[in-house]
């Protein structure tokens, strides 16, 4: 994530967003077991001498993603996480910040704060305005297709979208779609490093998306 659109947990407010970022992240060091069922720490002992060079990797390996997950966390919700070492666990404590049953008006916040003045920073945006939708229809509030686009034409440079030509039969996706593709070309051209992979139909990362509704 960009510095500029990197989101901090604060709690209830926005766990979602942040949820669904720190996966990315998570994801984009290729440490994905972390999210999955079992605790890869599991008897582990962290300061045990005779941890095999196996233990000492995954070790290695959870105190990476354990300060990605510290560093986008408030100082507050930091410390709640001082008697874990494991990520996995983490992770499980701070889903109690999840409220579900947020209204129509919750939603449209979190909508209207999505945005960027830069370019680098547009493909998060759009990953974040994905998720928002997807868990407002998954709480049964629907929006029309000329509204999420609204939001879209809102939520990134006027000098960045005024590029494309919108067709009659364009939707949200098709936009974001055309966007990401471009976007990961210009960031071939201007060394900006490519997320072309979180667009792949991944058989692991569309199980994370299913894990990631029912957290």
Known sequence: MTKENKCILKGPCNYIIWFHEIKLEIMETGLIQFLGEQDPMDGIEVFNATNTEEQKEIIKQNAKIGKLILNSVCDEI???????????????????????????????????????????????????????????????????????????????????????????????????????????????????????????DDPMEIDMVGKFKNN
């Open 78 to 200: 930091k410390a709640e996480l001082t008697d874990i070492d494991s990520a996995q666990l983490m992770l499980k404590r701070l889903s109690r910040h999840k409220v579900k049953g947020k209204n129509m008006a919750y939603w449209i916040n979190e909508l209207d704060s999505i945005k960027t003045n830069k370019e680098e920073g547009i493909y998060d945006v759009i990953k974040r305005l994905e998720a928002t939708f997807e868990y407002m229809e998954g709480e049964k509030y629907f929006l029309k297709e000329d509204d999420k686009m609204k939001y879209l034409h809102n939520a990134i440079p006027k000098s960045y979208i005024r590029r494309f030509t919108y067709k009659e039969k364009d939707t949200f996706e098709t936009i974001a779609k055309k966007i990401k593709s471009d976007l990961n070309k210009t960031s071939l051209y201007e060394g900006w490093k490519s997320k072309e992979k979180y667009d792949q």
